[in-house]
C-alpha cells in the first residue's frame, strides 16, 4: 500500500500512510466475521477430518497415534469397502441415466400441458418433499414377497414372485429404482424452469426453417437450449446419487453385501467407532464427489451454450 | 424463382373472448413490399402469425401463389420469418445459423447427426450448402462473421445474420415482424435503405409489420393500415398520406401528426370553427373535423379566410424545416402545428399573434363517424 505512495510527495506521506492504514484495519474489521465464520464452520472439520484420517484415534479413547496413510491403505484392501465402492457405482450407473432422461421426459410432457400442469407438477415432486425414510417403509410394503402389491401384479401376470429386498442381486437395482422415483420430481422442476426459459420464438423459427417433427425441433433447439439445465441436474444427480444412505439403513442396513459407501462409512464411525478410519473413508468419499464434479462440470461446459 | 401472390380472405381470429382479426381480405400482389402498420395491439402481428402458419386462424384461408395452404404445416409453406428478437439460435455459430434452413430441407434426419451425418451426406450436398451459406452472408457483408456466435454480434449484425438465414434459401415470401425495433435510431434509419434496397434486388414478396409509420411510409410498395381487427386502408404510401380515407388514417400517418380541427356544418353544408365562417362547404350538416397537416398551414394576411387565429407557443428548427407550435385562440388546449421553409424567413416569436391559413384543397374533411367526406370551398370548387 504504502510503496504505491513513493517519495514524490515526501509531506503528505506519513498522513496517507496512517489514513491507509486506519482502511485497511476497517476493512479487515468487517472482512473479519465471514472470514471466521468460513473457517470454523467449513474448513475447521476438514481439517479435524485429515487431521483423523492419519491417526487411529476410536471415538471416545484416551489414546491414539499417528499412522500415516495406513488408513487409506487399509481402505483399499477392506472387502466391505470396496463392496460399497462397487455397490455406489451401480447405483449411481442406474440413477444418473435414469434420473436425468426420465425427469427430462417427464418435464416435456408436463410442459406440454396447458390445464393440468400444477396437478403434475406436485404428484411427481411429492416424493421430494416426503421423507425418504418414511417413504422407505411404504417400498417395504409395495415390494414385499407375499403381502405387495407389486408381486401381486407380477403372480397375476403369471410370473413367480420376485423378493426384491431379498435377492443379492436384486438389492442395488431395486435401491436405484427408489432412487431414481424419488429424485425424478426435483429433476423434473428444474428442467420445466429451463424449458419455460426457452424463448418461443426460437421453435417457431425452427419450425419455419424446415423442423417440421417435434423430435428435429427437440433437436434443432431445446436440447441445446437446455444444455445448462442439464449440466445441473447431472450434476446434482450425480452427487445425490452417490449419496445413497436412508434406502440402506432402513430397507437393507447393508445385508447379503449390499452397503453404499455412505452406510460403510457409517458403519465404521458409528457402529464401530473408528473414528481415524472413518475419517479416511470420508476423504476419499468427499475425493470421488468432487472429481465427478468438476469433470462432469469441465466435461459438459464445453458443449453447453449459456 | 418467380415471387409469389400471397391472398387472404375472411381472416378472422379471437383470443377467448377478444376476437382481434375481424375479417381481413388482402390480396399481396408478387414481388410487392407491403406493409401492416398500425398501432400495438390492431392484430398485425397476429396476421402475419397466421400467413406463417404459426397461428391457426378460426376462418378464413390463406393462398400463397394460388395455392391454399391454411391447414399446411409452417415448415411446407416455403416462408421464411425474421422475427423481432432475431430468434438466432444461440448454441449455433453464425455459418451454422444460416445453413440450418437449408441442413433442416436437404438433409435427411440421418445426414443431419452430428459426426456420423456428415460421412452420410455426399461432398457435392455439402458443398452446394456452404456456397449457398457464403453467397447470402457476401449480400448482407457478414462473410467475416460466420464463425461467430451470436452472443459475439452487435444488434445490427444479429439483424443481419438474422436475414441471411431467411435468404438462404429462395422462399416464397418474406415475413418481418418488426426486424427493424430493437436498433438504435441510426442504425435503423440505414437498415431501412438496406432493406428495400434488399426487396429491388431478390424481387420477391415482402410481408412487413411495424408500428412505426415512418418504416412503413419509406420502404412500402403499398401499406395496409390495421387497426382493431380490420384493415383500415389500403394503398400506396402517398394514398395513405394524400388522402386518408378516416381520422384513424389520418392520425397514424404522417409526423408530426396532422392538425386536428372541430368544425360545424349548418344545415347548408357551410362550415365554421368556433363561431367564425371557414368558406368551406361540407356535403351535410351536422359536427366534423377538418384536417390539416403542417406542411400545408401557412402564416398568412391578418384576415385571409379560411384560417384561424393562433398565438405562437414556441418554433422548433429541423434543419431545412422549421415547426411552428400555435395555441388556437378561440379553443382552449387545441394547439396546431405548422411546418416552414427556414428560408421563408425568421421565426415568429413566441407569443406573437399569427393567422394560420390554408388553401381548401389541402383540407381533409371528416365527418362525425371519422369518415372522409368530400369538402368544397365555398366557391364551388371541389377539394
Given at each position: 500500500m504504502t510503496a504505491a505512495f513513493p517519495a514524490a510527495i515526501p509531506h503528505a506521506a506519513p498522513r496517507r500512510d496512517a489514513r491507509a492504514r486506519r482502511m485497511i484495519r476497517r476493512g479487515l474489521a468487517f472482512a473479519a466475521p465471514a472470514a471466521v465464520l468460513l473457517v470454523v464452520i467449513y474448513l475447521l472439520p476438514l481439517v479435524m477430518l485429515a487431521g483423523f484420517s492419519v491417526t487411529d484415534y476410536q471415538l471416545g479413547a484416551l489414546r491414539w497415534s499417528f499412522v500415516g496413510l495406513k488408513n487409506f491403505a487399509a481402505a483399499f484392501r477392506d472387502p466391505v469397502f470396496l463392496r460399497a465402492l462397487g455397490n455406489t457405482a451401480l447405483y449411481a450407473a442406474i440413477v444418473i441415466p435414469c434420473g436425468i432422461f426420465l425427469s427430462l421426459g417427464a418435464a416435456l410432457l408436463v410442459h406440454g400441458t396447458r390445464r393440468s400442469r400444477a396437478l403434475w407438477e406436485i404428484a411427481y415432486f411429492l416424493p421430494v418433499t416426503a421423507t425418504l425414510v418414511a417413504m422407505a417403509t411404504v417400498w417395504q410394503f409395495l415390494l414385499h414377497p407375499t403381502l405387495g402389491p407389486v408381486n401381486a401384479a407380477i403372480t397375476w401376470l403369471g410370473a413367480a414372485p420376485v423378493s426384491f429386498l431379498g435377492t443379492p442381486a436384486l438389492l442395488i437395482p431395486t435401491l436405484a429404482l427408489i432412487g431414481t422415483w424419488q429424485i425424478i420430481g426435483f429433476n423434473m422442476v428444474l428442467f420445466l424452469a429451463g424449458l419455460t426459459a426457452i424463448p418461443k420464438d426460437l421453435t417457431e423459427a425452427a419450425r419455419l426453417d424446415g423442423a417440421r417433427h417435434p423430435v428435429d425441433r427437440f433437436l434443432t433447439v431445446t436440447w441445446p437450449m437446455l444444455g445448462p439445465t442439464t449440466m445441473f441436474v447431472a450434476v446434482t444427480t450425480s452427487i445425490s446419487a452417490f449419496k445413497v444412505f436412508e434406502t440402506v439403513a432402513v430397507?437393507?442396513?447393508?445385508?447379503?453385501?449390499?452397503?453404499t459407501l455412505l452406510y460403510a462409512l457409517y458403519l465404521e464411525g458409528f457402529?464401530?467407532?473408528?473414528t481415524g478410519y472413518a475419517a479416511a473413508l470420508t476423504l476419499i468419499f468427499l475425493a470421488i464427489v468432487l472429481v465427478l464434479s468438476i469433470g462432469q462440470t469441465l466435461h459438459l461446459e464445453k458443449k453447453v451454450h449459456y | 424463382m418467380a415471387p409469389h401472390s400471397l391472398t387472404l380472405s375472411g381472416i378472422g381470429k379471437g383470443f377467448g373472448s377478444t376476437e382481434v382479426l375481424k375479417g381481413i381480405d388482402l390480396a399481396i400482389r408478387p414481388g410487392e413490399f407491403l406493409s401492416l402498420v398500425?398501432?400495438?395491439?390492431?392484430?398485425k402481428s397476429t396476421l402475419l402469425r397466421i400467413i406463417a402458419g404459426l397461428e391457426t386462424a378460426d376462418r378464413g384461408q390463406v393462398a400463397i401463389g394460388g395455392t391454399d395452404v391454411t391447414g399446411v404445416d409452417p415448415t411446407d409453406r416455403n416462408l421464411a420469418m425474421v422475427f423481432q428478437s432475431y430468434?438466432?439460435?444461440?448454441?449455433?455459430t453464425v455459418r451454422e445459423n444460416i445453413a440450418t434452413p437449408l441442413r433442416m430441407r436437404e438433409l435427411r434426419l440421418a445426414q443431419r447427426l452430428p459426426l456420423i451425418g456428415r460421412l452420410l451426406t455426399p461432398p457435392a450436398l455439402r458443398a452446394r450448402i456452404a456456397a449457398a451459406v457464403e453467397e447470402a452472408a457476401e449480400t448482407l457483408q457478414i462473410a467475416t462473421l460466420l464463425d461467430r456466435r451470436p452472443a459475439q454480434l452487435s444488434g445490427g449484425q444479429r439483424q443481419r445474420v438474422a436475414l441471411a438465414r431467411a435468404l438462404v434459401r429462395q422462399p416464397a415470401a418474406f415475413l418481418m415482424d418488426e426486424?427493424?425495433?430493437?436498433?438504435d435510431a441510426k442504425l435503423r434509419a440505414h437498415m431501412r435503405d438496406e432493406l428495400a434496397a434488399l426487396h429491388r434486388r431478390l424481387g420477391a414478396t415482402f410481408v412487413y409489420v411495424t408500428h412505426d409509420q415512418v418504416e412503413a411510409m419509406t420502404m412500402s410498395d403499398r401499406i395496409a393500415l390495421m387497426s382493431d381487427g380490420r384493415i383500415e386502408q389500403l394503398g400506396t404510401p402517398d394514398e395513405l398520406y394524400r388522402a386518408p380515407v378516416n381520422l384513424t388514417v389520418a392520425r397514424f400517418i404522417g409526423a408530426p401528426t396532422i392538425n386536428l380541427i372541430p368544425v360545424e356544418a349548418d344545415a347548408g353544408g357551410d362550415l365554421s370553427a368556433f363561431g367564425q365562417a371557414l368558406m368551406l362547404r361540407a356535403p351535410g350538416p351536422g359536427p366534423a373535423t377538418l384536417g390539416l397537416r403542417a406542411e400545408d398551414l401557412r402564416i398568412a394576411a391578418a384576415s385571409d379566410a379560411p384560417g384561424f387565429d393562433a398565438r405562437v407557443l414556441r418554433s422548433e428548427t429541423h434543419g431545412a424545416d422549421r415547426f411552428v407550435t400555435c395555441a388556437i385562440l378561440a379553443a382552449t388546449d387545441l394547439t396546431a402545428t405548422l411546418r416552414q421553409p427556414v428560408s421563408a424567413g425568421p421565426a415568429p416569436a413566441a407569443g406573437a399573434r399569427v393567422r394560420l391559413g390554408f388553401a381548401a384543397q389541402h383540407a381533409h374533411l371528416f365527418d362525425a363517424d371519422g369518415c372522409r367526406k368530400m369538402l368544397r370551398s365555398a366557391a364551388g370548387v371541389a377539394a
Open positions: 430397507l437393507t442396513k447393508g445385508r447379503a453385501g449390499s452397503e457402529d464401530y467407532s473408528n | 398500425g398501432m400495438s395491439g390492431c392484430g430468434a438466432l439460435y444461440p448454441h449455433m426486424p427493424l425495433s430493437n436498433l
